[in-house]
């Protein structure tokens, strides 16, 4: 099955079901911490997905599509030049 047969078997079952034997025992893979693993790349990141029933392993890819704020800046960017957080552009 090729790459873009996969990913569409998978998408289909919402990423719930492995795409190679659609057992729905798919999982993030872990670290010793606890968190999910995370590779980014730029506007993107992958995350490496392991089938326990077949054993099959992926990334699923993700790409960066729209940001949503949580929260606004407490402070305004002149206040953070002032107190010397952010770092002043120097390159006139
Ligand atoms: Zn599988």
Redesign the pocket.
């Known amino acids: 099955m090729s790459n873009e047969d996969l990913f569409k078997t998978y998408t289909k079952s919402g990423g719930a079901k492995?795409?190679?034997?659609?057992?729905s025992?798919?999982k993030f893979y872990y670290n010793t911490s606890g968190s999910a693993y995370l590779y980014t790349t730029g506007l993107g990141a992958e995350v490496p997905i392991k089938?326990l029933?077949?054993?099959?392993e992926w990334y699923d890819v993700m790409q960066v599509v729209s940001i949503k704020v949580i929260r606004q800046p407490a402070r305004s960017p002149m206040e953070l030049l002032k107190i010397g957080t952010l770092a002043e552009d120097n390159n006139e």
Not at 53 to 56: E, I, V
């Open positions: 492995c795409p190679f034997c659609s057992a025992s798919a089938c029933a077949c054993l099959a």
